[in-house]
């Protein structure tokens, strides 16, 4: 057993102790207080002026598939961008680990991140969620965690148009995304009338079987739009076919925020700091975060977006604090949103017993540009500790 003591432990779902105890074993936390007793015999890390934080995440991060650096032939495996619809590709084919990313935003105190393929294509494949641990991508991966890519805007546009493909526009964005998911669905239902018909079975077809559950509802989507316009396509698509959906990016999600509040949408947010380097995120504003975390039915989740630039995230973070984001939505956003957001918030996100033995000790506030990480933990394992 590990006790992490005298810190200011935040549990981020329920209360925050300024001089708490975290008690760890077997790679998850056994209990969270102000006044446990910590039994004679155990390691002892001393948290003493610091912050106790459940491991950060990430998640929308295109580590290990974006290596670093991307400009080297032959190790940019981010986009197939080979056809509009790639539904079969798998982030997971790509998880490296021994990505140049991934020391230094685990030592950032992230402890899960998700990685997505990239939006050149309407539709990208699935995502991964992965810990940032771990010899080989069977260790790092966290089985069942997969989400699908699709995307919006410049960037199918600009991939396929300059082949003369469709989509060169918007609209056929949109009329791409529509043929795969009605395929999809048809596809689904001649599998279903199968099960007590074999006559009915459907050719196989591996593209369109990697839809079938996000037609049926059992995969999230992920859905890449900047612009506002965009951002209403991907909801009425997503409700055309009755999609879990999440927005990525939202970069004009301000200009909509009362759609967003009455659709009850979920969006992750960034990256923050880059160029403009297209024309749909000359919008951008830092208020946007603080604007839609405070409707009453937003869920916001921070992204930094590409690979190591997650790890300076949190002091991105603390910019956007200064532009309306409150403290507690700035923690949720790296917490137990995404945790949310990728389905794991049984497991992450938050320092509650029963949960991953997560953790991430910082020496001043978690989203100061003075303060360092001091500690990071994965399952009980310790990765980083300069206490």
Known sequence: MTAIINGKVVTVTGETYEKGTVLVENGKIQAVGADLAVPEGVEIIDAAGCWVMPGLIDCHTHISNF?????????????????????QVRASDAVYPDDYAIVPVREAGFTTVCILPGSANVIGGTGISVKLRGHTAREMIIPGSEQMKFAFGENPKRVYGGKKVIPSTRMGVGAVLREALYNAKNYSDALLAAESDPSKAPKPDFKLEALVPVVRGEMRCRMHAHRSDDILTAISIAEEYGLDYVIEHCTEGYRIADVLNE??????????????????????????????????????????????QTSVLPMTIGMLMRRGLSEENAIKGVTINPAKILNLDHRI????????????????HPFDSMTLCRMVMIDGVVYKNTL
């Open 67 to 87: 290596n670093e650096p991307n400009s080297i032939p032959g190790q940019y495996d981010g986009n197939e961008s080979t056809s509009p619809v790639t539904a």
């Open 349 to 364: 996100g938050s320092l509650e017993p029963g949960k991953d033995a997560d953790i991430a000790i910082f020496d001043g």
């Open 263 to 308: 659709k009850h949408a979920r969006v992750v947010i960034g990256p923050h700091l880059t160029a403009p380097t297209k024309v749909e995120i000359h919008g951008r504003i830092m208020e946007n975060s603080g604007i839609l975390s405070n409707q009453e039915n937003i869920t916001v989740c921070l992204t930094a977006d590409t690979g190591s």
